[in-house]
């Protein structure tokens, strides 16, 4: 079985002129700038490997790959992001200017102190993500994630109560 790898390159560059634009500016509504680079990036060299991998199919609906290709990346990222420890410097910009370093200080143990789930629910309602998205990142129903975000709240203000 032959296919003709030149075939393959301009299929791929029809499909990156096409999508690049729309990729880029699908993340950017959830992350900045240097984040929605790189995702987009990570998006095209999948769409890339995918366009390889697979000889002589033809994509009957390049839009549908595209956008699921940049879900997945979108998915993994926010599950490699929730895995990580809490940055200070990421939450320390949402406590207000009163607290003493005492209670800043509180406030990132308490965060610190959550499960990788309880953080990642947070985090995402905090970024403006729906239960539906926050459901594909933990596996669950919608339903499950918005009970995991109350049950995370609760135990994040029970973390901060004196």
């Known amino acids: 079985m ?16 096409e999508y690049f634009k ?15 680079e790189d995702l987009t ?12 991998s697979h000889g002589d199919v033809i994509i009957e609906n390049p839009k549908a790959l595209v ?4 879900g997945n990346v979108k998915v993994d990222y926010l ?7 809490i940055e200070s410097l990421e939450y320390l910009e949402e406590i207000r200017n009163d607290f003493d370093l005492e209670r800043k200080v509180e406030i990132i143990c308490a965060l610190n102190s959550l499960t990788a789930d309880e953080r990642t629910v947070l985090h995402m309602k905090r970024a ?7 459901a594909e990142v933990l596996g669950v129903t919608p339903s ?19």
């Open 2 to 17: 032959t296919w003709d790898k030149s075939r393959k390159e301009s299929e791929y560059l029809e499909l990156y002129e």
């Open 22 to 36: 729309r990729v880029f500016a699908w993340f950017k509504k959830s992350f900045d700038t240097y984040t929605s």
């Open 41 to 52: 990036q990570q998006t095209f060299l999948k769409l890339w490997l995918y366009v390889l």
């Open 67 to 70: 956008f699921r290709l940049a």
């Open 79 to 85: 599950r490699a992001v929730s895995s990580r420890p």
């Open 128 to 134: 403006g993500f729906g239960s539906k998205e926050t």
């Open 144 to 162: 499950g994630a918005r009970t995991r975000l109350q049950l995370a709240k609760k135990k994040l203000e029970g973390l901060l109560k004196p």
